[in-house]
């Protein structure tokens, strides 16, 4: 089914009551800062780990204005966030480092389009408008200037009156370098020896965070710093020791009465027994102040950054692991020696690195795609650059599947999760290729036997589990796709013996009959083993044949070649004949119950899988393509329920009542084994994404992006994060199988080895126009279709990188 695009990309924005909306501020690998929808800053996640939830008090901007040529001098002065949401039910209130009790800002409303946010502060007792913007540096086929550990935050001011106004904005921020936790009353505690300095280098002025305290190989090491950019700037290096409330008390009114920041002197009077703590933290300030003329606008620009350099070398601390543990720099730790370090190069690049991220959300945000499926492409890449996600010290690319609120969750660039993703492989595709290097050269051993968990690579032993079905031969075809987005054959040469040895590992493991129809004890991404021949690995293990085929041809290895291109032929029909029931695929058991956890005559989502990875990458169909339509098709219809009112579900609940979502598995004509697989009643985002690129590929596009709707529907701000979709995890890697969207609306086939691209839009329109990515360059493409001579042209602009040499709709495929 066909249908006309919806045009017109409609931002999507929360209200500060949409209390479950948060941006992420970071780069890739560096942890993150998540922007709130009140103005917050929240879920400070920079300490090489998770940390959902964590508030760092005393962490806020706040303005202040005057008339200039008023007598009294009045000021006004706000908290720049919206005020605080219920509940309130804390045993002691609100914390003192909350600042709830100061005059907020009325009412916010937060945008996020990727890499930018914005938020839209309102109070009419002001004079004056306050927005925010706030951004890390995106640069696609870029990772290390989109691996930038900071945030550059910009408040515009405009001024409402008809009379100047002098306008300050305060930035204040604790050194939580050797962050410790909270006491019993919720103080933030930090290792002693903080210290505060500002420091002014002309272009660059600010406080510099450190811990003389630590020693530079512990975990809690690091340094921070906030800066700015202006000119007239005050600053408080350290708020007014003391104890209770001096230190906030002492601020406020500073800034309140003056619009600036004074030094803090000793304060000596008689009283009570000060209440001081050497481990908590020093909190800092920073003001800008500027004049406003009537109806005119200013800018008022921080940074903050960030440098903790070291992190636990392995996925999980040992309970009994005593300290020094042993630690590993992070990659951007070899860039940069410190926050301060990290402040300057974005001082000094910011206009460059600012313009290339602009291009990115230009190309992005100007498709022509309807607006749900541009958030699902762009809201999932915080994947990439949230706690889920690091890089080692020589720049490897590695993840967790998601993350606890304190802790990864499930280590190991998990391959049969990975088998989902698109995201990084177009847009990063060297970080995609280091992957492959780790899956096929360090943990693949001379049996072809590829561990699904990478532990080798941090020096460990190697994960000891029956090697998982899916996720290896899924290898694989993202080593051919990675390859056709490159070009580059020596890439493919260097891991092409044991890319080899990995697929012929399935003709001895999995397949005991010698059909090329996988029977046998197969793991997966269900965390259990399939039995006797189905689709899921089937589809899989088809489509790693036809790409083992096509690179043993271009490498000249014949012997692979002539057994792939047998093993697929026989497997393919052998596959459809054993496992077709006439509406879709199958698994084929005499007793379903003989085994625990299968799924037998069910109605599986993922009974495709191998197909939608074979389209994106190019291959062409692995099963026949009327069955393949019917099938994909029936997924639909079956499983995808739009108010899940009623349906049972015993295991983990993603999906309530009254919403939509894609079931796992159905059984539309009975046979549910006693205890079916586990997460089968269960909805994935993951799931649905692949699913519904799977539809658009085969023309269900209507049914495609009803079901992409749904999920963006449910991650409302109110609900659920839109920024953060969740399986086992927060930021679930699974996610991003979003960006398979991309090429199936597009119809976006590429081939870098014999520089060819193509375009095929699924959605007919008289202008069409999308990003597109290759590992040479990005930037977009248009068409335009001739409403009386259905004469189509097109045009390609590269906005990074170059298209030299490369055809583009050449008429001959890729």
């Known amino acids: 089914m066909r249908r006309k695009a919806e045009t017109k990309v409609r931002t999507r924005y929360f209200p500060h009551t949409a209390t479950q909306a948060a941006f992420l501020l970071g780069g890739i690998g560096t942890g993150n800062i998540s922007l709130g929808s009140r103005g917050d800053l929240l879920d400070w996640e920079i300490f090489n780990k998770p940390a959902k939830g964590l508030k760092i008090p005393y962490s806020f901007f706040a303005v202040c204005s005057r008339n200039r040529d008023s007598r009294d001098g009045s000021h006004i002065a706000r908290i720049l966030e919206a005020p605080m949401q219920p509940p309130y039910a804390n045993s002691h209130g609100f914390n003192t480092g909350m600042v709830a009790g100061l005059p907020h800002m009325m009412s916010s409303e937060l945008a996020g389009e990727y890499p930018f946010a914005r938020v839209v502060f309102r109070d009419p007792d002001l004079p004056m408008d306050v927005a925010l913007e706030a951004f890390t540096p995106f640069v696609p086929l870029n990772a290390d200037e989109s691996g930038i550990p900071g945030a550059i935050l910009r408040y515009s001011v405009r001024n409402r009156s008809g009379k100047p106004l002098v306008v300050s904005i305060a930035g204040s921020l604790p050194n939580v370098v050797g962050f410790k936790g909270f006491d019993s009353f919720n103080n933030l505690l ?129 309970a009994n692991q005593q300290e020094p543990v042993p630690v590993m720099k992070n990659h951007y730790a070899l860039r940069f020696a410190d926050a301060w370090a990290v402040a300057s190069y974005l001082v000094t690049n910011l206009a460059r690195l600012e313009e290339l991220s602009r291009r990115f959300h230009r190309a992005l945000y100007t498709s022509t795609l309807p607006p749900y499926v541009i958030d699902a492409l762009a809201s999932n890449i915080t994947v990439l650059r949230s706690p889920t996600c690091f890089r080692l010290e020589d720049g490897t690319f590695v993840s967790w599947e998601g993350c606890h609120d304190t802790d990864g969750c499930c280590d190991g660039s998990c391959t049969h999760v990975w088998n989902y993703t698109q995201s990084l492989a177009f847009l990063f595709p060297e970080l995609e290729r280091s992957m492959r290097r780790v899956e096929f050269n360090v943990e693949t051993d001379d049996e072809g036997r590829m561990a699904f968990r990478a532990r080798r690579i941090l020096g460990l032993s190697k994960w000891d589990m029956l090697p998982a079905a899916d996720g290896q031969l899924g290898a694989v075809v993202r080593l051919y796709r990675d390859w056709k987005l490159c070009g580059d054959d020596d890439f493919l040469r260097s891991l092409w013996k044991n890319a080899a040895r990995a697929l012929d590992f399935a003709f001895d493991f999995w397949d005991s009959d010698g ?145 939509a979502g894609l079931l796992l598995c159905t059984w539309p004509h009975g046979g549910r084994p006693r205890l079916p697989f586990v997460y089968c009643d269960e909805v994935w985002t993951g799931i649905e994404y692949q699913v519904a690129a799977h539809l658009i590929y085969e023309g269900h596009t209507d049914e495609g992006l009803e079901m992409v709707k749904a999920v963006r529907d449910r991650h409302d701000g109110f609900k659920r994060n839109p920024w953060n979709e969740v399986e086992c995890g927060h930021h679930y890697v699974r996610s991003l199988a979003s960006w398979s969207l991309l090429p199936a609306l597009s119809g976006f086939r590429f081939d870098m080895t014999r520089k060819r691209m193509s375009f095929a839009p699924a959605i007919p329109q008289a202008e069409f126009s999308c990003f597109f990515s290759t590992g040479a360059a990005w930037g977009i493409y248009r068409e335009r279709v001739d409403a009386k001579t259905r004469t189509r042209t097109w045009d390609v602009e590269p906005l990074y990188g170059n298209l030299d040499g490369v055809t583009i709709n050449d008429g001959k495929g890729t």
Request: proline letters at 4%; hydrophobic letters at 35%; one cysteine or more.
């Open 190 to 318: 930090v290792h002693p020896g903080g210290k505060n300095l500002y420091r002014d280098e002309g272009a660059l002025r600010g406080l510099f965070y450190s811990n003389s305290g630590l020693p530079p190989d512990s975990l809690p090491y690091g340094t921070m710093a906030l800066v700015s950019t202006g000119s007239s700037l005050t600053c408080k290096e350290s708020w007014l020791a003391g104890g209770w409330f001096d230190g906030i008390q002492d601020f406020w009114d500073d800034f309140s009465t003056h619009g600036s920041l004074s030094h803090t002197a000793a304060f000596h009077a008689p009283g009570s027994r000060i209440r001081y703590q050497e481990d908590r933290p020093i909190v800092g300030s920073l003001c800008l102040t500027q004049e406003i003329g009537p109806r005119t606008s200013a800018v008022f620009e921080f940074l903050i950054t960030w440098h903790f350099p070291n992190r636990l070398r392995g996925w999980h601390r040992d």
């Open 515 to 659: 059909d090329c129809v996988l029977d046998s004890e197969q793991h997966n991404t269900y965390d259990i083993e399939f039995y006797g021949p189905n689709s899921l690995t089937g589809s899989i293990f088809l489509a790693a044949l036809k790409a083992g085929a096509a690179m043993a041809a271009h490498l000249g290895d014949e012997a692979h070649r002539a057994r792939y291109e047998d093993a697929f032929q026989r497997g393919s029909a052998r596959l459809d004949s054993l496992l077709w029931s006439g509406e879709y695929y199958v698994q084929l058991l005499q007793d379903v119950n003989a085994y625990r956890y299968q799924y037998g005559t069910g109605c599986l989502s993922d009974q495709l899988l191998g197909q939608l990875l074979a389209h994106v990458a190019g291959l062409g169909y692995v099963l026949p393509e009327e069955h393949v339509r019917k099938a994909i098709k029936s997924v639909y219809k079956r499983n995808f329920l739009k108010d899940l009112r009623g349906h049972v579900n015993a295991q983990r609940t993603y999906v309530l009542d009254g919403e």
